[in-house]
């Protein structure tokens, strides 16, 4: 454990990653795409806000006494490209096209990342005793014609989890 709750939630996430079946590569705080073994997944650390308000407290105190926090990271699936315009087909092993239409794949994608990480024990116990793992949606590129997204089965499951931030004290958690 470092001295920095959210480093610890976010290691735990990724280590919850990486047990999920079937995913090539999983990378954090990757921008560059190129190159990317496939399927893989790109956890995104994400911004963070303070869950209490600004409010000044009465006795107008120096020290900063912790605050409840939410970040949101977020979670992407590229899954493997399809070869045509269908989203039907994959590139099986000795080049001939594979059945693998998009959709399902998404979903047990979906579900595969929400089971490995909800309610983990380790997670939660970083989160004890009054914070939150929120699940707040599932985004795909899978839209409308018209729209600049590429229809790829690319998805993005957004999280807010929710801790109480203390200052360190000598190198240790407050």
């Given at each position: 454990?470092?001295?920095?709750?959210?480093?610890?939630?976010?290691?735990?996430?990724?280590?919850?990653?990486?047990?999920?079946?079937?995913?090539?590569?999983?990378?954090r705080?990757?921008?560059?795409?190129?190159?990317?073994?496939?399927?893989?997944?790109?956890?995104?650390?994400?911004?963070?806000?303070?869950?209490?308000?600004?409010?000044?407290?009465?006795?107008?105190?120096?020290?900063?006494?912790?605050?409840?926090?939410?970040?949101?990271?977020?979670?992407?699936?590229?899954?493997?490209p399809?070869?045509?315009?269908?989203?039907l087909m994959?590139?099986?092993?000795?080049?001939?096209?594979?059945?693998?239409?998009?959709?399902?794949?998404?979903?047990?994608?979906?579900?595969?990342?929400?089971?490995?990480?909800?309610?983990?024990?380790?997670?939660?116990?970083?989160?004890?005793?009054?914070?939150?793992?929120?699940?707040?949606?599932?985004?795909?590129?899978?839209?409308?014609?018209?729209?600049?997204?590429?229809?790829?089965?690319?998805?993005?499951?957004?999280y807010?989890?929710?801790?109480?931030?203390?200052?360190?004290?000598?190198?240790?958690?407050?």
């Amino acid at each position: 454990m470092s001295d920095d709750t959210r480093e610890d939630i976010l290691s735990q996430v990724e280590t919850l990653l990486k047990t999920i079946p079937g995913i090539v590569g999983i990378y954090r705080d990757r921008g560059d795409l190129a190159n990317f073994k496939l399927p893989a997944i790109v956890l995104l650390d994400g911004d963070e806000h303070d869950t209490l308000g600004e409010e000044i407290d009465q006795k107008k105190r120096v020290y900063f006494p912790g605050t409840r926090v939410a970040m949101q990271p977020t979670i992407t699936i590229i899954p493997v490209p399809r070869t045509d315009a269908t989203n039907l087909m994959v590139e099986g092993p000795n080049g001939t096209a594979v059945a693998a239409p998009i959709g399902p794949e998404m979903s047990m994608w979906r579900m595969a990342v929400r089971t490995a990480i909800e309610n983990d024990q380790t997670l939660v116990g970083l989160l004890a005793p009054t914070g939150q793992l929120l699940y707040r949606g599932f985004d795909t590129d899978m839209v409308p014609e018209g729209t600049s997204l590429t229809m790829l089965g690319r998805m993005i499951l957004r999280y807010e989890i929710r801790y109480w931030l203390f200052p360190t004290q000598s190198g240790t958690r407050g």
